[in-house]
């Protein structure tokens, strides 16, 4: 599976969006990318994830440029308990194929 | 509709002692992943299973360890002879594969579990 780069940190205003950066340079084709987070050692939570069409759901958006090398993963009113270590994965489709966490980027919501 | 489930929540072992972590997959779904968070350290993939077999091991100790996800009943996590840097968090999570929640042309999407925070003293 590709390998994601993402910053370590970053602090957003409470109420205002969030974007999260990754680059991917070296997805492949057949690459989804998917993000999680963990909130102070809950068990990671499923996000979003999208081939190469930006997708939206009740939680987030995801915006996968037209190269698919780098997305952005955009919390539209972030809040206090959207504090949380957030991970962009890269993984190849294939039921049943493991999801590699890196470090991802802590994001603390600030007030 | 209930996430994936684990228990014990919390585990405290004395080394040498065996500790079983259970996993009840969210309904419908029939792929399991355990993954082991060491304190300070990212998330690690140790195996995957489906209903009576186990496909990938590749994470997995080479001792000690050992999963199985029976054809009835959770999946177990078991540890044996635990020793203090087994000391870490202990997560499931479960995946549709082909059929419920199943979406085609798109990946498999796993859900996690809270956790089982094990302890050894």
């Known amino acids: 599976d590709a390998k994601t780069t993402q910053p370590t940190s970053m602090d957003c205003a409470e109420g205002r969006a969030a974007n999260l950066p990754c680059n991917h340079s070296?997805?492949?084709?057949?690459?989804?990318v998917y993000w999680y987070r963990q909130i102070h050692s809950q068990g990671p939570q499923y996000i979003i994830h999208g081939l190469k069409n930006n997708e939206t759901n009740e939680m987030a958006s995801l915006i996968i440029t037209e190269d698919r090398k780098s997305s952005t993963l955009i919390l539209p009113h972030a809040t206090l308990r959207d504090t949380a270590v957030y991970y962009c994965i890269v993984r190849a489709y294939s039921y049943g194929n493991k999801l590699v966490f890196g470090a991802g980027t802590i994001l603390r919501v600030k007030s | 509709n209930a996430g994936v489930m684990q228990n014990p929540r919390h585990l405290v072992r004395r080394r040498g002692q065996e500790a079983r972590l259970r996993c009840s997959p969210m309904k419908g779904h029939s792929h399991v992943y355990w993954y082991r968070q060491l304190p300070e350290e990212g998330l690690k993939f140790m195996v995957y299973?489906?209903?009576?077999?186990?496909?990938?091991e590749s994470g997995m100790p080479k001792e000690r360890f050992s999963a199985e996800f029976p054809k009835e009943g959770p999946s177990i996590l078991r540890i044996q002879q635990v020793v203090r840097g087994d000391s870490a968090a202990y997560f499931c999570?479960?995946?549709?594969?082909?059929?419920?929640?199943?979406?085609?042309?798109?990946?498999?999407?796993?859900?996690f579990g809270p956790g089982t925070r094990l302890t050894v003293l």
């Open positions: 070296t997805i492949s084709g057949n690459e989804y």
């Open positions: 299973l489906q209903k009576e077999n186990i496909i990938d």
């Open positions: 999570a479960s995946s549709p594969g082909q059929g419920v929640g199943y979406r085609p042309g798109g990946a498999d999407t796993q859900y």
